[in-house]
Nanobody
Framework: QVQLAESGGGLVQAGDSLRLSCAASGRTFTAYTIGWFRQAPGKEREFVAAIKWSGGMTYYSDSVKGRFSISRDIAKNTVYLQMSSLKPEDTAVYYC?????????????????????WGQGTQVTVSS
């Protein structure tokens, strides 16, 4: 059973940085893709970033490209989302998710429906 646990959320000011962590357990994640999604009140869940566990290929949405960075620590089974130059519109609950389904196209990796395992989420609030 795959388990994902997010941490690192909080209240910050616009322009600040924050690092989210996603601790993964229950499997060997070599064949997995780990993604970060977010959901703001009244909005649909949207893709933020993803990383292939094997090889480390990364994907970013246009809204965070250049500001956010996703990485993994294989020894710790943890994926990080380093967020910089935060904006009020980044305010949301951030979820990490895992999928073993194959596919390397951005459209595939960015689709929430392809992820089978989800964490509980961590709140990020950016004040102006």
């Amino acid at each position: 059973q795959v388990q994902l646990a997010e941490s690192g959320g909080g209240l910050v000011q616009a322009g600040d940085s924050l690092r989210l962590s996603c601790a993964a357990s229950g499997r060997t994640f070599t064949a997995y893709t780990i993604g970060w999604f977010r959901q703001a009140p009244g909005k649909e869940r949207e893709f933020v970033a993803a990383i292939k566990w094997s090889g480390g290929m990364t994907y970013y949405s246009d809204s965070v490209k250049g500001r956010f960075s996703i990485s993994r620590d294989i020894a710790k089974n943890t994926v990080y989302l380093q967020m910089s130059s935060l904006k009020p519109e980044d305010t949301a609950v951030y979820y990490c998710a895992a999928t073993i389904r194959s596919g390397s196209l951005y459209a595939t990796v960015a689709s929430a429906s392809r992820y089978d395992y989800w964490g509980q989420g961590t709140q990020v609030t950016v004040s102006s």
